[in-house]
């Protein structure tokens, strides 16, 4: 079956629900689900039969569109389709309790996202690159103005602002390398870019940092996540901190490996990672308001990834790949019952924790938390671990220190969470979650307690991705070499 | 009397100066004017700018446009259409973002009345 489906299906479902809806809302959203767990098959079908393989979608490499499925691609894409399937079991359920996310309109947004991440993961064309970039945008913008009340418009606002100033610089980045290189493939432009002018290559570097930076989050260009993670429903949040922050992650650093093999930034992007992660900890201190908690500690995680990338060695991707997936599921557990409790609360302040009267949620969310945190037996702790190491490897000390730190300084609100959630006082009447999404809780929590205990599931598939990633010539091979 | 403006290394250095005062009118509305519309404006400079870039160092005045048929086999003096289609796809995305800006834009002046970005501060409170 051929990899076009990822992307074509969902796109395809999404602009065909106007017509669907014809038939109830129900049936849009079992629609959906189907797909979705009929696209999951797929990417495991892809990933155990290990059939790993440039496809063509028009006319062949260097001209053409292709998909280039491999390990780390398919990782991704497994894992996404996994988490946006479970968004749908959590959503089938939630929806009926509010009118606004009750429409079938956020099924077309929801898989123009799902179509464009995983666009963004297995495109092998900088252009294509571009345009899905720009439909991920699109997309989210959307999203986070979704419920139109002031805050969420000026987060959908804050967030198209800094998405077309983002663009603006990729586009630019995309044009100096046609004019440079003559080609938009990926595996050509890595053969010639390294022997570029010395001013050229810097320039495209900076403009595909500053394109991509906005987007992944790094410090100076991350002024306005926690707003638009504040202003957007927390359900939508989940998608953000989730997949579309992961697939934009991957696809910068796909080309920075592919790019730049011998890693002449790598140091320098280490440094700014380490230094956002700690602004982002710092911050997030003294937040009061749940989603932006969650939006700072996001932008820590995110900020790790992004530092462990860099590094541009074997440990390093695999510490990225393996965070990648502990943080992703913890933030879907922390933002469906953030959901949940703004639905009975309707306060998402810190303060709401101390009246919650759920045991079941309580439990999750401490799994969750445990888990981000980096406490043993659970994923977080794996990839927590692989990071350092992949540092103490490199011998740089300085950035496990300030991991270290940051790690320390990102235990204190969540103890402090913690112990708001278990106080004794007043409480409310106990909140009801439905059994559909207990079903998707535990599931989440399963997981990370499973991956946590049992790392070597997916280890030495992530070494392997990591390894493949790096080489950036057998890409060019696989390309047909071009 | 103007006959030196026709060579292509001369008309490149006109578009790239051209466009880059361009970019830079566009970047300096971005970073100086409060105003959403007018900051969407500005990003629409700069986009405008990048097109006008790239298309002018990728065009070749004495070249033919790239269309083959029976007169026209020889593909050495046509145009590469690449960048040209590129900048189509581009344009339509660009006014796709801005449109979607816009119409953000009104309907939270028609909520609250603001269009001064700095005062756009919902999350304070």
Redesign the interface.
């Known amino acids: 079956m051929s990899s076009i489906l990822f992307v074509a299906l969902p796109l395809l479902f999404g602009f065909a629900t106007p017509i669907l809806s014809k038939f109830g809302k129900d049936g849009v959203a079992y629609t959906s689900m189907l797909m979705q767990v009929f696209l999951l098959y797929l990417a495991f079908d892809l990933l155990s039969s290990a059939d790993f393989h440039v496809e063509i979608i028009s006319i062949a490499p260097p001209l053409g569109i292709s998909f280039v499925l491999n390990k780390a691609s398919l990782f991704l894409v497994a894992l996404f389709t996994f988490l946006i399937t479970l968004f749908s079991l959590y959503y089938l359920s939630h929806r009926k309790t509010d009118a606004y996310e009750n429409e079938t309109k956020f099924f077309i947004l929801s898989n123009m996202l799902l179509a464009s991440s995983i666009g963004l993961v297995l495109s092998s064309d900088i252009?294509n690159i571009?345009?899905f970039f720009?439909i991920a945008?699109?997309s989210t913008?959307?999203l986070s103005?979704y419920k139109?009340?002031?805050?969420a418009?000026?987060?959908?606002?804050?967030y198209?602002?800094t998405?077309?100033?983002a663009?603006?610089f990729l586009?630019?980045a995309?044009?100096l390398i046609?004019?440079n290189v003559g080609s938009?493939n990926l595996a050509v432009i890595s053969q010639s870019f390294e022997a570029l002018p010395y001013n050229i290559k810097v320039l495209i570097s900076i403009l595909l940092l500053i394109g991509f930076g906005f987007k992944v989050e790094i410090f100076p260009l991350n002024f306005w996540v926690?707003?638009v993670y504040?202003?957007s429903s927390a359900l939508v949040n989940a998608l953000f901190s989730g997949i579309i922050v992961k697939a934009y992650l991957f696809v910068f650093f796909h080309i920075l490996y592919l790019f730049l093999p011998s890693g002449e930034f790598s140091v320098f992007l280490v440094y700014l990672g380490a230094v956002s992660m700690l602004v982002a900890e710092i911050a997030g201190l003294k937040q009061t308001n749940l989603k932006?908690l969650f939006a700072y500690s996001s932008l820590g995680q995110v900020a790790l990834v992004f530092t462990a990338f860099a590094m541009q060695n074997k440990e390093g991707i695999q510490a990225a790949l393996f965070i990648v997936l502990a943080h992703s599921i913890a933030k879907f557990i922390i933002f469906f019952a953030l959901t949940s409790i703004e639905k009975e609360h309707k306060s998402i302040h810190i303060e709401t924790l101390k009246e919650l009267n759920s045991p079941f949620l309580r439990a999750i969310m401490l799994i969750a938390m445990f888990s981000l945190l980096g406490i043993p037996l659970f994923a977080g702790f794996v990839g927590k671990f692989l990071a350092l190491k992949s540092f103490a490897v490199e011998g740089m000390f300085v950035i496990m220190m300030i991991i270290v730190i940051g790690s320390l300084i990102e235990s204190v609100y969540y103890f402090k969470l913690a112990g708001y959630m278990f106080i004794k006082g007043k409480k409310r009447e106990v909140l009801n979650i439905g059994s559909m999404q207990k079903v998707v809780f535990v599931l989440l929590a399963f997981l990370l307690i499973f991956i946590g205990i049992a790392p070597f599931i997916v280890s030495n598939f992530l070494g392997d991705s990591a390894n493949i990633l790096l080489d950036a010539k057998s890409y060019s091979d696989m390309m047909g070499g071009v | 009397m103007f006959e030196f403006l026709n060579q292509p290394e001369v008309i490149k250095i006109i578009v790239t100066i051209g466009s880059m005062a361009l970019f830079f009118v566009g970047l300096f509305g971005l970073l100086t004017r409060k105003h959403i519309i007018k900051i969407f404006m500005s990003i629409a400079i700069m986009e405008s700018s990048l097109f006008l870039f790239f298309i002018g160092l990728t065009f070749n005045t004495n070249f033919i446009a790239p269309i083959l048929d029976n007169t026209h086999v020889n593909i050495s003096n046509m145009n590469d259409p690449i960048p040209h289609a590129m900048i189509l796809t581009a344009i339509v995305i660009g006014m796709a973002v801005l449109a979607l800006g816009v119409s953000f834009a009104i309907e939270y002046y028609k909520l609250t009345g603001k269009t001064n970005i700095d005062e756009m501060n919902e999350m304070k409170h």
């Open positions: 252009f571009y345009v720009e945008g699109i913008y959307i103005a139109k009340t002031p805050s418009l000026e987060a959908g606002l804050k198209l602002l998405g077309a100033v663009s603006i586009v630019f995309v044009a046609y004019i938009l926690t707003d504040q202003g932006r």
